[in-house]
Each structure stands twice: as C-alpha cells, then as structure tokens.
C-alpha cells in the first residue's frame, strides 16, 4: 500500500527562523516520484518540487530545500528565513508506477509565520 | 488556457439536489484528474482520465458520483442525490500525460461545494 505521512499538523515559527517540514513515505514500487505542493488561503494548490526515486540528490531553490532519503523513507523539506507568505498548508505527494498517476497526500501541515 | 480552470468557485446546494462541476485542464494535457478535499479525510484520489477514458474509477465514493471528459477536454464530475457529507472542495489537475515522467499535475482553485 501507498501512504504518505507528515507527522507535523501545525508549526508556527517567526519570521527569519528556519523551519523544516517532514514527510515520510511507504512504498513496495522501485519507481515512484515524490512531490511538495504549497497551499495558501487562497485554496489553490502550487506545484512546488518533483524527485524521481532514483535521484537522492538534494535539491535548492532559493531558500527552498529538500531532502530525500531512501534509507528513512522521507523526503523533507526546509525553508530557510521563513517570511510571512510561506504561511500556507504543505503537501507531501507520491506516485507510483501503478498507480495510473494518481497522487496520494499526506495528510499537510499547517505553518504560520508571524512577523 | 494558461491553467486549470473550475467552475462554479462556489457551490451551495440543497440535500438531495444534482450538481454538476466542471474542469478546463490546460490545453495541451491529455490527463486529467479530480480529488477532493474535506476537513476529515484531507485530499483524496477520486478519478482520472487519459484522454476521454477513465481507466480507474475505484477513488469515487459512491454509484452517486460520475464523471466525464468529451473531445479530450473538458470534465464534468456529477454528483446525484447529494448529500452533507459531500461538502468538500473538489479539484481538478491536469497533467501533460498519464507517465509518471510527465506526471507533474496542476491543480485549479478548486469548487466549494456546501451541501445544506
């Protein structure tokens, strides 16, 4: 079975602090991709990152950063100098290679940057 | 166009009620995908398309929901007899195609739907 898990329902930080999102996930497949998907109040949800499971590099993107680890099954994600609009509700997503596509969430976490 | 498109944004609906949401994938995408989001069951797989085929169906919760692509692009997603637990936000994706390589979804801003 697929399951996505991000243990972390709430965090609230202030602004500038780092924080890191944990995403922990189970699968049978060798060949899946794992994804991060921001959500703001505005209820759309933003593509964020894709890794593929061959490819553990880590990854930057501003003060953007992800880690993947087969070895613990998870895939974090890290925002350096949190600002006020990185307060949205972030998904953790797989998907396999038989799962026609679908995407199977986490559950989210909620994070709140006060200034 | 430039992304997903859903409409209505905003749905209320009296129990019992037919609605129908609809999905305007970016052009160019042959997958297309709905999922809904409520607060006790968080974001769930409901259906996906591959052109205007529906391979797996086994997301929708109930014979009360249908869904439909026509001409590969527009998706109409059908709920019958509604109901209160079908209060949720419905959101479509689409994607360049089914294979996980070109598997990135985009999402709409999704329908509320309130189920009175």
């Known amino acids: 079975a697929q399951k996505v898990t991000q243990a972390q329902t709430e965090i609230s930080v202030v602004e500038k602090e780092d924080v890191t999102l944990d995403c922990v996930y189970e699968?049978?497949?060798?060949?899946?991709?794992l994804f991060w998907y921001k959500q703001p109040p505005s209820g759309e949800l933003v593509f964020l990152i894709r890794?593929?499971?061959?490819?553990?590099q880590n990854e930057i993107s501003g003060r953007y950063s992800w880690n993947f680890q087969k070895s613990t099954s998870s895939f974090n994600f890290t925002i350096t100098a949190s600002q006020v609009v990185d307060s949205a509700v972030y998904f953790c997503?797989?998907?396999?290679?038989?799962?026609?596509?679908?995407?199977?969430f986490g559950q989210g976490t909620e994070l709140s940057v006060k200034p | 166009g430039a992304g997903v498109s859903q409409s209505p944004s905003n749905k209320v609906t009296e129990k019992g009620k037919d609605v129908e949401l609809r999905c305007d994938p970016i052009?160019?995408?042959?997958?297309l995908y709905w999922y809904r989001q409520s607060l006790g069951q968080g974001l769930e797989f409901l259906i996906y398309?591959?052109?205007?085929?529906?391979?797996?169906k086994s997301g929708l919760p109930s014979d009360r929901f249908s869904a439909e692509r026509t001409g590969g692009s527009v998706s109409t997603l059908t709920i019958q007899r509604t109901q209160q637990e079908d209060s949720a936000v419905y959101l479509c994706?689409?994607?360049?195609?089914?294979?996980?390589?070109?598997?990135?979804?985009?999402f709409g801003a999704g329908t509320r739907l309130s189920v009175l």
């Open positions: 994706a689409s994607s360049l195609e089914l294979t996980l390589a070109k598997n990135i979804q985009y």
């Open positions: 699968t049978r497949d060798t060949t899946y991709y």
């Open positions: 890794r593929n499971s061959f490819d553990e």
């Open positions: 997503a797989l998907s396999a290679a038989n799962q026609g596509g679908k995407l199977i």
């Open positions: 052009s160019g995408h042959t997958a």
């Open positions: 398309f591959q052109g205007n085929s529906a391979p797996d």
